[in-house]
């Protein structure tokens, strides 16, 4: 077993249940921000032209989750909220990278004002996968930081 999966393993294992509500919590919001303006979640006030691919929702899902827990991470254990570092910059850009990644291509503004509505398609729509990948990876990074640090140092 990895030893970034060990780590992070044993400082899940000391959570307290407050942390984990807090999680959760964190989780659920976090997929509310990416799928409701998105159009994963259908609502009256945002729609899709195109449908979502096969990946959006695992993606949106694993953003959530991991963004949760990390989000967690800054609930301390004596009932104060730590202050956010570098990690939570980095995890900051990968949800943001997931919003792009799950988003319609033609539906979003700032696409179609740089590129149009065949850029969208034609060169934005191909980079999505990469983008949820990189967000993937930037937020998996962040947490296994704070994680690993959490286990190597309890202050």
């Known amino acids: 077993m990895p030893a970034v999966v060990v780590v992070a393993s044993r400082a899940l294992a000391a959570w307290s249940p407050r942390r984990w509500l807090a999680a959760a919590l964190a989780a659920t919001l976090v997929l509310l921000a990416l799928a409701v303006p998105t159009a994963l979640i259908a609502t009256p006030w945002f729609g899709r032209e195109i449908p979502p691919t096969w990946w959006a ?3 949106a899902v694993a953003t959530a989750a991991m963004s949760g827990l ?3 991470t ?3 254990v004596d009932r104060r909220i730590a202050t956010a570092g570098v990690d939570a910059k980095r995890a900051g850009v990968g949800g943001l990278l997931s ?3 799950v988003g319609c291509p ?3 503004k700032l696409v179609l004002a740089a590129l149009g509505t065949t850029g969208a398609l034609n060169w934005f ?3 999505q996968p990469l983008l949820a990948v990189a967000a993937l ?3 998996s990074w962040a947490l296994a930081r704070r994680l690993a ?3 190597r140092c309890r202050l």
């Open 106 to 108: 033609v539906c979003n």
């Open 70 to 72: 990390l989000l967690a």
């Open 99 to 101: 919003f792009f990644a």
């Open 149 to 151: 640090g959490e286990v």
């Open 57 to 59: 929702w695992p993606v």
């Open 125 to 127: 729509a191909p980079v």
């Open 137 to 139: 990876a930037l937020v």
């Open 74 to 76: 800054y609930v301390d």
